[in-house]
């Protein structure tokens, strides 16, 4: 590990320096002009900025590397959601599969009513064909677990599974229009629509 660690204390101060770099330049050309700067002490919008940026900018090389190498979209997103789901293990998290009950929004989907509740299986190992599960309404810039895009209240649709299989050592699911996501990016599978005036009610129609 002697040879990767230097690489990587390397490429640590280099991001360092990439940060200072761009916290001097956002000071110097943008943040002096922004109404907000009186009280940029504060909000620490500068700071918060170079890091988002920096980190869109390394996840963005390292998609495009692996492209280069001619490794699918589909496959690029399972490795990326792969990564953050090993590196939330190690921080202590878990991706237990389990049944929850969750508030959702229309501004989720459309086709809710305000106060209705889903019975969602999150973190699922296994999915049926013919199941109902819930996916982004549209592509993600970056790769979100779908456990995590459920509880941000990311907007979803709910579509039918037509095939579940197994390949380059990930699972997938495949929806209508030939459509593959990662398993991982699944946000559940719909298990009942409890609706505000009748609890017990389940609807198919989402």
């Not at 990326?80 to 293990?89: A, S, Y």
């Not at 593959?180 to 599978?189: K, N, R, T």
Request: charged share 30%.
């Amino acid at each position: 590990m002697g040879k990767l660690q230097e690489q990587l204390d390397k490429f640590q101060d280099n991001a360092g320096a990439a940060y200072q770099e761009i916290m001097d330049t956002l000071e110097d050309k943008y943040c002096w002009k922004c109404p907000m700067r009186s009280t940029s002490t504060n909000s620490h919008c500068r700071e918060i900025h170079s890091m988002k940026v920096l980190k869109e900018a390394l996840n963005q090389g390292i998609r495009e590397k692996l492209g280069e190498t001619g490794v699918s979209s589909v496959l690029l997103e399972s490795l990326i959601l792969r990564t953050t789901q090993k590196r939330f293990k190690k921080q202590g998290g878990s991706a237990l599969e389990k049944t929850i009950i969750i508030d959702v929004s229309p501004d989720q989907n459309l086709d809710l009513d305000s106060g209705t509740q889903l019975m969602v299986k999150i973190n699922p190992r296994k999915i049926r064909e013919g199941e109902r599960i819930m996916i982004p309404c549209e592509s993600i810039e970056s790769s979100v677990l779908g456990v995590c895009a459920l509880m941000m209240g990311f907007p979803f649709r709910v579509t039918v599974v037509e095939r579940f299989f197994h390949e380059n050592n990930f699972w997938y699911v495949e929806v209508e229009n030939k459509k593959i996501f990662p398993l991982e990016s699944i946000l559940g599978v719909l298990i009942k629509v409890i609706m505000k005036d009748q609890p017990e009610k389940e609807v198919s129609y989402l």
